[in-house]
């Protein structure tokens, strides 16, 4: 993508250059037509110098520094001394002849009296008229060096405003509370483009607001019903009156009701979290073994968990928004799949694998491209919210019926 200043800079030299060209073609082309014209003018048999030997029967050839003039009265042949240079115009009436470094313009004019040949010698003319063209092609030099500059600065003063308007936009910070741009510009253009740009911003900002009051309210709304949900399963577990199928659905629904509330209390932490706030260091081994015991007595983290620590990483973070992370990981391969999960640790980033059936094109494009979730994959989506607060990057590599494996990469302690 170019810059609009190389298409103004263009538009404007090239308009110079042809504007240059035209005056130069019509000057050449008024000299050839004066020429032309010269070539054209027949001189009067009655015309001074030979208005008295003209009248007689006897040739007459007569030469100065800028003309010869020959007559032959009619009926007599071409005397001995007869100049050559009027040969070219045996067949023709007029030429242009080159002789001796001299140039010549010639015209022949027959009557009844005779032929009376005339030749004018326009060499001086000639000579300026190459002076006149070289003169010419250095001005077209100077011009187009003139013109190439003029071109350059006018684009750059034209497009500067632009460009400061694109800096100013492109430094506004990313957040909820958007600045908005200042309305000091001259050109009226310019002044609109903020000004819209500005509302634009506010409308922004308002809705941004409205998402963020109504994420706060749905959340701390479904807080309740989960928390009633949670108190009646642990009741009706407490009576230990259910058959063995009926405990095992119990089960179920005590996980996704645990599932449900942590999604929604990560939702209302990420929502309040700053990246600025509560940074330590962060031991991700030891976080890593913590989370597995924690989660062992959810699921059978022994039997289907393999951790494999190839270093020792610390990083520094917001401990609780890692946590959530990698718990939220670790819970949907858990979820999403029956078979063991490799987990790896190495210095630079982590490794997760399972055995499953992999992730539809659509989940993976809600990790990949950060896409909010239309139905399902609410988990994901929260996994791409809290890479992207961490600035971490995550990459996915996941076939349909094998398996899935994401790495996380992070920058270890050591090298901030």
Request: with cysteine; charged share 15%.
């Amino acid at each position: 993508m170019k810059p609009i200043a190389n298409r103004i800079y263009r538009a404007i030299f090239i308009v110079s250059l042809i504007s240059m060209i035209t005056m130069v073609l019509t000057l050449f082309l008024a000299n050839e037509s004066l020429e032309y014209t010269m070539l054209k003018m027949s001189p009067e048999l009655g015309d001074a110098p030979i208005i008295a030997p003209m009248q007689g029967t006897e040739p007459f050839i007569w030469q100065s520094a800028s003309h010869q003039i020959a007559y032959i009265p009619a009926g007599q042949p071409h005397p001995a001394h007869f100049p050559s240079l009027f040969n070219a115009l045996a067949q023709r009436e007029v030429a242009e002849v080159y002789e001796q470094d001299q140039t010549f313009l010639l015209n022949k004019q027959t009557t009844s009296h005779g032929t009376l040949y005339v030749a004018r010698n326009i060499t001086a003319f000639e000579q300026r008229e190459d002076k006149f063209t070289a003169l010419t092609f250095i001005l077209v030099g100077l011009i187009s060096i003139l013109s190439w500059w003029l071109a350059r600065v006018s684009s750059q003063k034209i497009t500067t405003p632009l460009q400061r308007l694109s800096q100013t936009i492109q430094q506004l910070p990313v957040g909820p509370n958007l600045p908005q741009l200042k309305l000091n510009y001259q050109d009226q253009e310019l002044y609109d483009i903020a000004q819209t740009f500005n509302r634009f911003l506010a409308e922004l900002t308002a809705y941004m607001q409205r998402e963020k009051n109504l994420l706060h309210l749905a959340s701390h709304e479904l807080r309740t019903p989960i928390a009633v949900i949670a108190g009646a399963i642990e009741i009706i577990e407490a009576r230990n009156q259910l058959s063995p199928a009926d405990q095992k659905t119990l089960q179920r629904l005590k996980r996704a009701n645990q599932d449900m509330t942590d999604n929604i209390n990560t939702i209302l932490r990420l929502s309040r979290y700053e990246s600025s706030h509560d940074i330590h260091t962060v031991h991700l081994q030891s976080l890593i073994q913590q989370l597995l015991q924690d989660m062992g007595t959810v699921y059978p983290i022994p039997q289907r968990v393999h951790f494999h620590s190839h270093a020792q990483p610390q990083v520094e973070a917001n401990a609780l928004l890692i946590t959530m992370l990698l718990r939220n990981l670790i819970q949907n391969a858990l979820q999403h799949t029956t078979g063991t999960i490799t987990l790896h640790l190495y210095a630079d980033h982590i490794l997760l694998q399972d055995q499953g059936r992999g992730l539809s094109p659509q989940q993976q494009a809600r990790l990949g491209q950060q896409q909010a979730p239309t139905t399902g994959g609410l988990g994901l989506y929260i996994v791409t919210l809290m890479c992207e607060k961490l600035s971490w990057r995550l990459d996915l590599k996941s076939e349909l019926d094998h398996g899935t494996q994401i790495e996380l990469f992070f920058l270890p302690a050591q090298a901030v």
